[in-house]
């Protein structure tokens, strides 16, 4: 073997090693971010920091696709799939109304001010001025809450039945949210996040009631100019 290609494969075989203990380096760090992450989700916060109706982390829809986020192309989405997911499952403005989402947004910026000489020392902390987008974007597109005074049926079996399901997870939401036409798929969305957060699951016969129910009272569809 000549001496250049001596010094050819040498040369690969040094990329190849520092290439695998690159990975084992890389590995190492993943698993320890994990484990911090684990640690932190096992971390409770006083009774005085618990956010509005009882709501925590393990609502969050697990496995939400920044694409599907409101608003996915905008710099606050940009933000939230930045920052939040570090600790836990990508939110969504959807699960809380713009009445509650400053309370919130304040007390995780608490929680991360107050940890970030431990278990987040590591954690990308958002400027001043991300957090400011961040409950911009959060106020806009945030759970448009039932306004009980719209709905003049809300004691009847459907509408009680709407209110308990909706409301183990998230703000009960308006009815004109969503089309007649958009609420089914909805529905069905919201029972996987139920199912993957642990929450009552509605059978068939109650499904259909609240997606009923919901249509009956669904907003209007444009029409085609």
Request: hydrophobic fraction near 35%; aromatic fraction near 6%; include cysteine.
């Amino acid at each position: 073997m000549k001496s250049g290609e001596k010094h050819a494969l040498w040369a690969v075989l040094a990329a190849g090693l520092g290439l695998l203990a690159l990975t084992v380096y890389l590995e190492s760090n993943y698993q320890q971010r994990e484990a911090r992450i684990d640690r932190t989700h096992a971390l409770r916060e006083p009774a005085a920091e618990a956010p509005p109706n009882g709501l925590d982390a393990r609502v969050i829809p697990r496995g939400l696709n920044p694409l599907d986020l409101p608003g996915a192309d905008s710099h606050g989405a940009t933000l939230l799939t930045l920052y939040c997911v570090q600790c836990h499952d990508l939110p969504t403005p959807l699960m809380h109304s713009a009445a509650e989402w400053p309370a919130i947004l304040d007390r995780m910026q608490r929680y991360m001010d107050a940890r970030s000489t431990g278990m987040l020392a590591h954690v990308i902390m958002p400027a001043e001025k991300d957090w400011r987008q961040l409950r911009d974007y959060m106020g806009e597109f945030a759970q448009t809450a039932l306004d009980s005074s719209r709905f003049d049926d809300l004691d009847s079996p459907a509408g009680q039945r709407f209110q308990t399901l909706c409301s183990q997870c998230h703000a009960t939401p308006s009815p004109t949210q969503h089309t007649a036409r958009e609420w089914p798929r909805v529905v069905l969305r919201m029972k996987a996040h139920m199912r993957n957060a642990g929450k009552r699951v509605p059978d068939a016969e109650t499904t259909q009631q609240v997606v009923g129910y919901l249509q009956k009272h669904g907003k209007p569809e444009e029409r085609a100019s």
